[in-house]
Nanobody, 122 residues
Framework: EVQLVESGGDLVQAGGSLRLSCATNKFTFDDYAIAWFRQAPGKEREGVGC????????YVQESLKGRFTISSDNAKKVIYLQMTSLKPEDTGVYYC???????????????WGQGTQVTVSS
């Protein structure tokens, strides 16, 4: 069974940092690409980045590089999204999702976590 449980969302001031966690299980971690998406109020769901299942490499959307980093803990089966220099426009619900391969197309992902709220105040 696919397992995706996000945590770590919070209210933070602009310029601050947060680390989100996506807890999975062995089946999910080993066999699926795990992506982070976010959705701001009234906006389309947006891909943030992804950890591939085959080589374990991580990718971050070009516009977020330098501020956001994806990493993982193989022993704990957790994927992290480290966010720094946060801006008010980073506000939204952050989701992790699982699919066969990494893609920025959210509708290709069959499995989703419940999401965690990130609010960045100015």
């Amino acid at each position: 069974e696919v397992q995706l449980v996000e945590s770590g969302g919070d209210l933070v001031q602009a310029g601050g940092s947060l680390r989100l966690s996506c807890a999975t299980n062995k089946f999910t971690f080993d066999d699926y690409a795990i992506a982070w998406f976010r959705q701001a109020p009234g906006k389309e769901r947006e891909g943030v980045g992804c950890k591939a299942s085959n080589d374990g490499n991580s990718y971050v959307q070009e516009s977020l590089k330098g501020r956001f980093t994806i990493s993982s803990d193989n022993a704990k089966k957790v994927i992290y999204l480290q966010m720094t220099s946060l801006k008010p426009e980073d506000t939204g619900v952050y989701y992790c999702a699982a699919a066969v391969g990494c893609s920025t197309a959210w509708d290709l992902y069959e499995h989703w976590g419940q999401g965690t709220q990130v609010t960045v105040s100015s």
